[in-house]
């Protein structure tokens, strides 16, 4: 979302600007708390391999993927097959990497999260401010 933010997203004339008080945004990750345990793990490395900090919502989602498919393959041991890690996989429930929402799978639901946060772009600030915390559908 700060990605979003930091493009040109709004006219420049003040007339031409009304349509971004209209943008609204779901998405399925937040801004990560700095102060969480995931987070620093992640900043700790990506300032250990000197990655560079453009598009760090997609590093952030890379990140989650890697460390849940690190659970899994812990779960399953050393007789690796690929129904053991997909059982795993689908035994993962409230998976917090701390980047990224708390990740679940089953048989019916494999897409980690369903929920989303819902912004609306601020014209003013020149960045997205959250209207509705994670939200999970009914």
């Known amino acids: 979302i700060s990605s979003l933010a930091s493009m040109s997203l709004w006219p420049a004339s003040e007339a031409g ?20 345990a995931g987070t620093r793990e992640f900043l700790a490395l990506a300032d250990e391999i000197n990655l560079a900090p453009t598009h760090r919502s997609f590093q952030l989602s890379a990140y989650a993927a890697a460390k849940l498919l690190e659970h899994g393959l812990k779960q ?17 429930t409230a998976r917090v990497t701390g980047v990224v929402p708390p990740l679940q799978f089953d048989e019916n639901q494999r897409a980690g999260t369903t929920g989303a946060l819902i912004t ?19």
């Open 76 to 92: 399953t041991g050393r007789a690796l097959t690929r129904s053991k890690l997909h059982r795993a996989l689908q035994q993962t």
């Open 17 to 36: 600007a009304a349509w971004t008080e209209r943008l609204w945004i779901a998405s399925s990750s937040a801004n990560p708390d700095l102060r969480a």
């Open 120 to 138: 609306q772009f601020d014209p003013s600030a020149r960045q997205f401010a959250i209207v509705r915390a994670f939200v999970e559908p009914k």
